[in-house]
């Protein structure tokens, strides 16, 4: 059994920020942002808005196209380092979607590189486990956990959700012709958000006895990064991970029609393009408009390219993500 991507959709804010308006907050400008990153603006939830939200209205778009009913929907995964509820956002989007069977719904965490993992767990699921119609979200609000009086940090990210839908087939026709995926928690000390205290909080006195309980209620730190670092490791990881899915789909690169990267710097895309040798014709770039939506970049930038009609059917895309944990991986997809 195969499967194939059906739908996509996907959502941002409605609240836009510009480079001009983050100057007024932190010692930054325009002309440093767009040079070095190649993003002008970013989107940022406010109000009543939420990721559940963003994610269910990305999810709808992608079963409109798809013509598949939500009662249809047996699996959904939802790639998110930031849900509504630190129990998982997935479930909730399985209600705003009004899914009346109660389809297995659940988180992957796994920042930027997320929606790869997503898709790679959807076609697993249907191959193995008998699935027959996989949502892969891929929906992240950075803006809840960056430190907005940090420049090197803040002027980088934004939020969105973006969505696809995979359907099992009776033929082997499959839309996932090759992928190749990796995490290095050593490099974890150059991006993180971790939990403030946790190794001090409940401390053993010689005796057994409880020193100090209960524990102090605990809360995350802000990302944290060291961006050198992590140019470094997406220029290193990517280029090679992408050879190791198209060997493993056994295509040349020169059979790719585009290069859909994480969103995260211009400079990164055009590094792994450069070294690739895929001309900047067929890389696809939004990041101007919405910055690094983590987890959500890859599907709002391949919703607008299907939308556009830039991608279209039988279309060879080489997706890859990068990011916290340290993760990443690629596909080779063919939409
Ligand atoms: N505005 C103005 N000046 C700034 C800003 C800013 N926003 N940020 C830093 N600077 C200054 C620094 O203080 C430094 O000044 P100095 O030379 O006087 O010390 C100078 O600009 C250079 O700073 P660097 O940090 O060395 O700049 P760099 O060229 O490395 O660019 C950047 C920084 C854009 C963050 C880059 O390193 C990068 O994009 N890294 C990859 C980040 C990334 O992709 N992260 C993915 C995370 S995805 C996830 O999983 C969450």
Request: glycine share 12%.
């Given at each position: 059994k195969g499967c194939k991507l059906i739908g996509c959709g996907s959502a941002v804010p409605s609240l836009k920020i510009s480079n001009d308006e983050l100057?007024?907050?932190?010692?930054?400008?325009?002309?440093w942002i767009s040079v070095r990153t190649g993003i002008r603006n970013r989107r940022v939830i406010s109000g009543k808005e939420s990721l559940t939200l963003l994610a269910s209205e990305a999810a709808k778009k992608a079963l409109e196209m798809a013509q598949v009913d939500a009662d249809d929907v047996d699996l959904i995964l939802m790639c998110t380092s930031t849900p509504d509820d630190?129990?998982?956002?997935?479930?909730?989007?399985?209600k705003a979607l009004g899914c009346k069977k109660?389809?297995?719904?659940?988180?992957?965490?796994?920042?930027?590189s997320g929606f790869v993992l997503g898709l790679v767990s959807a076609a697993c699921h249907i191959?193995?486990?008998?699935?027959?119609?996989?949502?892969?979200?891929g929906a992240d609000a950075l803006s809840r956990i960056v430190d907005w009086s940090d420049r090197g940090t803040c002027i980088l990210f934004g939020d969105a959700?973006?969505?696809?839908?995979i359907q099992a087939t009776d033929t082997e026709e499959d839309f996932l012709l090759g992928f190749d995926v990796h995490s290095d928690g050593d490099g974890n000390r150059h991006l993180n958000a971790p939990l403030k205290g946790n190794e001090t909080d409940s401390e053993l006195g010689s005796n057994g006895s409880v020193l100090d309980f209960p524990p102090r209620r605990s809360s995350f730190s802000c990302v944290q990064m060291n961006g050198k670092e992590v140019f470094r490791f997406a220029c290193r990881c990517v280029?090679?991970?992408i050879e190791n899915s198209l060997a493993n789909a056994g295509i040349p690169a020169s059979s790719i029609d585009w290069l859909l990267l994480h969103q995260a710097n211009q400079r990164i895309l055009d590094a792994v393009s450069s070294r690739l040798e895929i001309p900047s014709e067929q890389v696809i770039s939004n990041?101007?408009?919405y910055g690094n939506t983590s987890a959500a970049s890859i599907p709002l930038a391949l919703d607008e390219s299907v939308r556009s009609?830039?991608?279209r059917p039988g279309h060879t895309i080489a997706a890859a993500g990068f990011g916290a944990g340290l993760t990443w991986g690629s596909a080779i997809l063919r939409w």
């Open positions: 100057s007024k907050i932190v010692d930054t400008n325009d002309e630190l129990f998982g956002g997935a479930p909730q989007v399985q109660f389809p297995l719904s659940y988180d992957i965490t796994a920042a930027c191959r193995g486990g008998g699935f027959k119609n996989v949502l892969v979200i959700a973006g969505a696809v839908l280029p090679q991970s990041l101007a408009n009609g830039k991608v």
